[in-house]
């Protein structure tokens, strides 16, 4: 089986108005001289801390080949995580799909995920819904098309790899009548996250990479304006993570809580 890498297009419209209004913590977040850069950040730090959540959830061992395509429908999400139930105070009604495909360690498919033969797991995810309000729309649809490995007998530490794309965008009307909308595409790529096994003392991921570049355009009614902002996030097994964001050194903090911007400058 060839493990061919795979971007998935993929389509998420949030509002990035519930976003921005995260900005209101003191993060030292002021010195950002451009709003559509700042918002871009924002979502990307925000889906990090999802993502090292995502991570940390348990695996499908045991599950059959049926059981392993699973589906879901909730009532409340969160745009940036892509899945339901995450951080943030979206709600709306969404619905989405897992499929879980397990390899030994001679990469041959396996009937079932077994907790000791299991080498690596191919993970598929994907979310859409909509959520309407008096001043804007939105929809979300996003899918990332993961690998983890590392599996193998009695592990204490699973490596995640995976790439993927989204678009963020709000269409809202503003108080004197103009359409405005706010639209982030990206692409992104996990490389080689290593992360300890769900219950580890440490459950921070202790190396590893994600890579994003994100466009931000905005319209104004006649006017659109658009930024491109690359995003480089390293860990290093502690709860803050690295983020270079144009060049300019910033922090994520993994242990934010839900409905917190975990995006700050670097101290020191």
């Known amino acids: 089986m060839k493990r061919t890498n795979r971007l998935i297009h993929t389509l998420a419209v949030v509002g990035v108005a519930a976003t921005l209004a995260a900005c209101d913590d003191s993060t030292g977040l002021e010195n950002f001289d451009d709003a559509m850069v700042l918002d871009a950040a924002i979502l990307a730090a925000d889906a990090t801390v999802e993502e090292v959540t995502m991570w940390g959830e348990t695996l499908g061992f045991g599950l059959s080949p049926a059981a392993a395509v699973s589906q879901y429908d909730t009532q409340s999400g969160s745009a940036a995580m892509g899945r339901p139930g995450g951080r943030g105070d979206w709600a709306g009604e969404f619905s989405g799909t897992r499929s879980v495909t397990c390899y030994d360690e001679q990469e041959v498919e396996q ?38 490995s590392g599996l193998l007998g009695e592990e204490s530490h699973r490596t995640w790899n995976g790439e993927g794309s989204s678009l963020t965008s709000r269409t809202g009307v503003l108080e004197d009548g103009t359409e405005r909308s706010h639209t982030v595409e990206g692409e992104f790529t996990f490389e080689d996250v290593v992360v300890p096994i769900p219950g580890s003392d440490n459950r921070w991921p202790i190396s590893g990479t994600i890579m994003r570049t994100m466009t931000v355009t905005r319209t104004n009614g006649d006017v659109t304006e658009t930024r491109t902002v690359e995003i480089v996030v390293t860990f290093d097994g502690t709860e803050i993570a690295t983020a270079v ?22 101290r020191g």
């Open 111 to 148: 009937e079932g995920c077994d907790r000791l033969t299991t080498e690596s797991m191919h993970v598929i995810r994907d979310i859409e819904g909509m959520i309407e309000r008096d001043n804007f729309s939105a929809e979300i649809s996003r899918e990332r098309d993961m690998w983890v």
């Open 245 to 266: 964001i144009n060049g300019e050194v910033m922090e994520i903090d993994l242990s934010t809580r839900e409905g917190r911007n975990p995006l700050r400058r670097r």
